[in-house]
């Protein structure tokens, strides 16, 4: 037999709503950065420590750098000095060399320009010096002829007459002019020998030696510095 229970209304006759859609899952937690340390604290002492020996670092710094400025300057201006002294080492030395040749130049050409003349006052005495330097190599008794230039052998003869006794010279003496002799010229001869006087020679002896002189100064003469 059925059993009768009663009516509840808890039944419901409406359509089944559709499931609703999943919800979503929660975001993981992100963990906060740990706050940062607290600012180190220094006392006022501490500080004014610390900004003395920053200052003397610095000065030091400084100064080190200003005295290896000074070193360097130094450096340079003593090479800038040593070439400078070089260079007018060389240039005294080249313009002390020009005024000799200069001087020896025109003391050439003076004595050249006073020549005629001097050769004139003492000419004669040059002459006599040759024939007295004969008579003194050459035997008592030999025979010698003084050739000079015309004009001159009243002089000449004169002197080397005077000359003869002195050195007591026995042989002969004969005079001759010659026109290719300059006044203060002579050539004396004897059998197997002879002597002169060549102005003309002594002038180009005189030049060769000028001559060697300046080309010596020439090769001693330092290099210019580059």
Request: with cysteine; aromatic share 4%.
């Amino acid at each position: 037999m059925s059993v009768l229970r009663k009516f509840t209304f808890d039944l419901s006759f409406d359509e089944p709503e559709p499931p609703s859609a999943a919800a979503p899952a929660p975001e993981p937690e992100v963990e906060a950065p740990p706050p940062p340390p607290p600012p180190p604290s220094y006392s006022q002492a501490e500080l004014d420590q610390a900004r003395k020996r920053a200052q003397a670092e610095g000065r030091a710094a400084g100064f080190r750098e200003a005295e290896a400025t000074t070193h360097r300057i130094q450096a340079d201006a003593l090479r800038a000095l040593a070439v400078g002294l070089r260079d007018v080492a060389v240039a005294q030395r080249t313009a002390h060399e020009e005024m000799l040749k200069n001087a020896v130049e025109l003391a050439i050409a003076a004595v050249r320009k006073l020549h005629p003349e001097l050769a004139r006052l003492h000419g004669t005495e040059e002459i006599g010096g040759v024939i007295a330097a004969c008579l003194a190599q050459i035997d008592a008794e030999a025979r010698i002829t003084v050739r000079v230039a015309p004009g001159s052998i009243d002089e000449i003869k004169a002197v080397a007459q005077r000359i003869a006794a002195e050195a007591e010279f026995e042989g002969k003496l004969l005079f001759a002019p010659d026109p290719a002799l300059a006044p203060g010229d002579c050539r004396v001869e004897w059998g197997g020998g002879g002597a002169d006087r060549d102005q003309s020679q002594i002038w180009a002896q005189i030049d060769a030696i000028i001559a060697r002189a300046a080309d010596d100064l020439s090769a001693a003469k330092p290099a210019k510095p580059n």
